[in-house]
């Protein structure tokens, strides 16, 4: 898998993410809120990582 190929598909978990934070907002999430945060949590360390290894120009 190439650079551009990875790219592609952080930005897209990237553009996910804001469904996972809209998602906590309601109120019937219950326990489910531990796992919607652990999964964001989760995406901004991978993230994180993607961007130290491949920093933008």
């Known amino acids: ?27 019937d999430l219950g326990l489910l809120t531990i796992d919607v945060n652990q999964a964001i949590e989760e995406m901004d360390e991978l993230i994180a990582e993607f961007k130290q290894t491949f920093p933008e120009n």
């Open 1 to 27: 898998m190439n650079s551009a190929a990875i790219q592609t598909r952080v930005k897209a978990i990237e553009s996910k993410r804001e469904f996972l934070v809209k998602l906590l907002e309601r109120p």
